[in-house]
């Protein structure tokens, strides 16, 4: 959607973000933008490398809807003490969710309507061996 200065909408476009007040004219952002920093951030809230997480955005009328789809970090399974100590997936995803919308709208300067997250997989630390 383009909002122009006067903070008309208008246009046809649904990648557009406001103009600063007092500036004519509409600043126009890419989707492949969008969906680069929104994997940035993901991959930075989630704790996985960029290249591991897939993200989809689409404008609707009350805001951008995210799809992220990553691994979930977890924690070795013989380590019984990490285990016991790490919060539930459930609530892991909830407090992704909410981080991403916290950090994307600052970000991109846009209301997010929705965020949904798919955990594709896990992934466990690298053992690293002591000398």
Not at 61 to 81: E, Q, T
Not at 105 to 110: A, I, P
């Amino acid at each position: 959607m383009r909002t122009d200065t006067d903070g008309t909408a208008g246009g046809e476009s649904p990648r557009l973000a406001a103009a600063a007040p007092g500036v004519a004219g509409r600043t126009e952002v890419a989707e492949r933008v969008l969906v680069g920093v929104a994997r940035a951030v993901s991959a930075d809230v989630i704790g996985v490398p960029r290249g591991e997480v897939s993200v989809g955005v689409a404008d609707r009328r009350d805001g951008m809807a995210l799809k992220v789809s990553s691994p979930l970090p977890v924690p070795d399974l013989d380590d019984a003490d990490a285990v016991r100590s790490t919060t539930p997936v459930l609530e892991r995803a909830a407090q992704m969710q909410e981080q991403l919308r916290e950090r994307l709208t600052h970000l991109l300067g846009r209301d997010i309507a929705r965020i949904d997250v798919t955990v594709t997989g896990a992934r466990i630390p690298e053992r690293k061996r002591v000398r």
